[in-house]
Nanobody, 123 residues
């Protein structure tokens, strides 16, 4: 399984960005995916996750602003980020798990990671 991410960049506070992550390879028909982020000097934290059935999870810090979705036909994961704040500045990673459910926030559950993409939100 390989992940190819698209998106990221420098935006002002209040702006929006969309990250995408294309999945290729032998994924099977049931898998979960997630977005994590790592700010400078901090640990990698989960942002959002989605199971094969569409159950979602959001970190409290992004609830109501971020939306995770997946296009099953395109094997692509998305993260729509609205009302961005400076504290959202981080390197964002998409991650893939062969386990379709239950939803997991544990990074060790995800065994394939995309290259990180930097999102910088200026105040």
């Amino acid at each position: 399984v390989q992940l190819r991410r698209v998106g990221g960049g420098l935006v002002q506070a209040g702006a929006f960005l969309r990250l995408s992550c294309a999945v290729s390879g032998r994924t099977g028909s049931s898998y979960s995916m997630a977005w994590f982020r790592q700010a400078p000097g901090k640990e990698r934290d989960i942002v959002s996750a989605i199971t094969s059935g569409g159950t979602t999870y959001y970190a409290d810090s992004v609830k109501g602003r971020f939306t995770i979705s997946r296009d099953y036909a395109k094997n692509t994961l998305y993260l729509q980020m609205n009302s961005l704040k400076p504290e959202d500045t981080a390197v964002y990673y998409c991650a893939w798990s062969p386990r379709g459910w239950p939803l997991s926030r544990d990074p060790s559950t995800y065994n394939t990671w995309g290259q990180g993409t930097l999102v910088t939100v200026s105040s």
